[in-house]
């Protein structure tokens, strides 16, 4: 099992380009989330998903889009690259219930100038 | 939402030593989860503990829903435990995260 991937892992952008970050997993998990990552703030909830068409907004969502076609992908977009935007972003994915660990990929690390 | 606080938010140890880190919770939650983020920014999950105490090798933890705290104690600390473990919470759904605790461990 290759767990949670993540690409790319560095990317620079210019003020108001897109970008896709994408996200897969293989364990068969119905949760997935993406998450950004700012010094001394911890990780705060972008967007989550429970399942294929299923997507919904966590703490911090604007700027942002996901969707969830699949089980295994959950790719999220920038629609308009903002330097509050510089981050470290990471996927995660789980199960619901007793058993439901959460798994996070390695993370990209955006800078927007 | 649910708040989390962490503390202490920075720990400074050596080599050997045994630590405990908090986490306490505003509301009544079903998932709690413990996490090291080591030095290269890689996140491992060690513990699902919504309730109750649970140990592996060197780490155990120990949530206390009733009262709304979890805690995880390190013992003969080595400088691999250094990093930051994150402390998150939540419902079925969503899980919010506290803002940590860093631990330098020192040889």
């Known amino acids: 099992n290759a767990g949670v991937t993540q690409t790319p892992k560095f990317q620079v952008l210019k003020t108001g380009q897109s970008m896709t970050l994408q996200c897969a997993q293989d364990?068969?998990?119905?949760?997935m989330s993406w998450y950004r990552q700012d010094p001394g703030m911890g990780l705060r909830l972008i967007h989550y998903?429970?399942?294929?068409?299923?997507?919904d907004q966590g703490e911090v969502p604007n700027g942002y889009n996901v969707s969830r076609s699949t089980t295994e992908d959950f790719p999220l977009r920038l629609l308009s690259a903002a330097p509050s935007q510089t981050s470290v972003y990471f996927c995660?994915?789980?199960?619901?219930?007793?058993?439901?660990?959460?798994?996070f990929g390695p993370g990209t690390r955006l800078t927007v100038t | 939402g649910i708040q989390v606080e962490q503390s202490p938010p920075d720990l400074i140890l050596q080599e050997g030593a045994n630590s405990t880190l908090r986490c306490n919770f505003s509301?009544?939650?079903?998932?709690l989860q413990w996490f090291h983020q080591n030095p290269w920014g890689q996140l491992i999950n060690l513990f699902y503990?919504?309730?109750g105490t649970k140990q592996n090798g060197r780490l155990s933890a120990t949530t206390v829903a009733t009262e709304r705290y979890s805690l995880l104690y390190i013992s003969s600390s080595q400088t691999t435990d250094s990093g930051v473990y994150f402390c998150?919470?939540?419902?079925?759904?969503?899980?919010?995260f506290g803002t940590g605790t860093r631990l330098t461990i020192i040889p």
């Open positions: 998150a919470v939540g419902g079925n759904e969503k899980l919010t």
């Open positions: 995660a994915s789980r199960n619901p219930g007793s058993y439901g660990e959460q798994y």
């Open positions: 364990m068969n998990h119905e949760y």
């Open positions: 998903s429970v399942g294929a068409g299923i997507t």
């Open positions: 503990i919504p309730s």
């Open positions: 509301d009544s939650v079903n998932n």
